[in-house]
């Protein structure tokens, strides 16, 4: 199979592994030029220290190239996900299978990501790809399990074909909404697992706020069309923990930096690459406003965020809320 990953991050370019270790022939897409003209030289990405990309996998900056693409992978961040598909649509063949692996929500529109790829490429075929899934452990072979999810069972199937392999095994299922929602929403807990860190709170902490923004994820997920369900699976407690427990996630570092007293504004600096979870925060807090929904742990990040709201304070409103039965509100 002809496979073109658009996205040259950690992510798509452990992904681009993924398929070439399958034996699909593989093109990488940079919207930068020089970026691409390197990697293609010196076979290394710089945020995948010490991997060494396969020289069959062709580097290019020519979205052009998606004209022989049978695969499409959206792998670019949630910000830049809508100006790619964009560029896309006039190469992207109507029986090419797109699949979005980028984790957010659009800011404003408050779209999921393969909402912008339908709507910006007028295409039918677009599955997702999600879970608990570093893209440094998976470009070095180490075993990971994600869900691939479609509408159509056979678009599932054929995601799940294309990527599975003795390293990367894939499950299908059937509820995108779930599934996508899953993977924006716990980008903003493990925002708030690593302030807990930051603030030196314990393990404790880390295991209440976890447990409880699960039940705020699977409120929000169920009123916008997903299932409870989709929430107990690798889509959504499986990338909690592995997002909410790393070093590896830019999220949870983020979160570290602002518990020790910095900004928000200077941690992401810190960080010095995307932190989705800024950007779903806001969206989160518009859509549960929106549509009353209760998100205490999540509106007490924002209110960090975006409302430069004092830690300690915020986590004594929260351990202070009203007395309640956990089966009240507990997410099965």
């Not at 930096?257 to 200077?266: P, V, Y």
Request: neutral net charge.
């Amino acid at each position: 199979m002809n496979a073109m990953v658009l996205g040259s991050g950690g992510w798509g370019t452990a992904l681009a592994t993924v398929l070439h270790d399958n034996g699909h022939r593989v093109t990488l897409w940079s919207h930068n030029s020089e970026k691409a003209e390197k990697m293609s030289i010196s076979r290394q990405n710089p945020l995948l220290s010490g991997v060494e990309i396969p020289k069959g996998i062709e580097i290019t900056a020519d979205i052009a190239r998606l004209r022989n693409a049978e695969l499409a992978v959206f792998a670019t961040p949630s910000f830049a996900l809508r100006e790619t598909a964009k560029k896309a649509a006039p190469y992207l063949r109507q029986d090419t299978l797109a699949v979005s692996v980028t984790k957010g929500i659009e800011p404003k529109t408050h779209r999921r990501m393969s909402q912008i790829v339908r709507e910006e490429t007028g295409h039918e075929r677009v599955a997702v790809l999600s879970g608990p899934s570093h893209a440094e452990e998976v470009a070095r072979r180490m075993p990971t399990g994600c869900v691939a999810a479609a509408e159509s069972q056979a678009d599932a199937e054929a995601v799940q074909h294309a990527f599975m392999n003795e390293a990367f095994r894939l499950y299908t299922h059937d509820d995108v909404v779930g599934v996508e929602l899953s993977g924006a929403l716990k980008n903003v807990i493990a925002l708030c697992c690593g302030i807990s860190d930051g603030c030196g709170f314990g393990d404790n902490a880390k295991a209440l706020l976890m447990t409880r923004a699960l039940t705020e994820m699977s409120r929000l997920a169920e009123k916008l069309g997903g299932r409870q369900d989709t929430l107990a699976g690798l889509a959504g407690v499986g990338d909690l923990i592995v997002t909410c427990t790393s070093m590896h996630s830019r999220n949870r570092r983020a979160g570290i930096l602002i518990g020790q007293g910095k900004s928000a504004e200077d941690a992401m600096r810190e960080v010095g690459a995307v932190v989705e979870g800024w950007y779903a925060c806001q969206s989160v807090h518009e859509i549960s406003e929106e549509l009353y929904v209760t998100m205490p742990i999540c509106g007490a990040v924002y209110e960090v965020l975006f409302g430069g709201a004092d830690v300690r304070k915020i986590v004594h409103t929260l351990m202070n809320r009203l007395p309640k039965r956990e089966s009240e509100s507990c997410w099965i």
